[in-house]
């Protein structure tokens, strides 16, 4: 039984900094990362965490958040800093897993969200 549980957001005012975590279990994962979702927007990549290191991050974040993994603990990290009002969004967790049978793919996974409100 796969389960993500995100913890970690809050209300900060512009310039704080804010991190959040993501423990899974239930799988060892591929790729763990970050998606938000602002009211009246589509949901979009924050960052992104593959198990070979590598990392991806959206434009709008790079140099302010950072993205860690600690693979003993199955967590996922977000490390938010210079936060701005246009960072305000439901963040969610996500995990992909490669499943091998009966076709090689990848199952996605989500959080539940957790709110990320940052005052100006």
């Known amino acids: 039984q796969v389960q993500l549980v995100e913890s970690g957001g809050g209300l900060v005012q512009a310039g704080g900094s804010l991190r959040l975590s993501c423990a899974a279990s239930?799988?060892?994962?591929?790729?763990m990362g970050w998606y938000r979702q602002a009211p009246g927007k589509q949901r979009e990549l924050v960052a992104t965490f593959t198990s070979d290191g590598s990392t991806n991050y959206a434009d709008s974040v790079k140099g302010r958040f950072t993205i860690t993994r600690d693979n003993a603990k199955n967590t996922v990290y977000l490390q938010m800093s210079n936060l701005k009002p246009e960072d305000t969004a439901v963040y969610y967790c996500?995990?992909?897993?490669?499943?091998?049978?009966?076709?090689?793919?990848?199952?996605?996974?989500w959080g539940q969200g957790t709110q990320v409100t940052v005052s100006s």
């Open positions: 996500n995990a992909r897993v490669v499943a091998v049978t009966p076709k090689i793919r990848l199952e996605e996974y």
């Open positions: 239930g799988s060892i994962f591929r790729v």
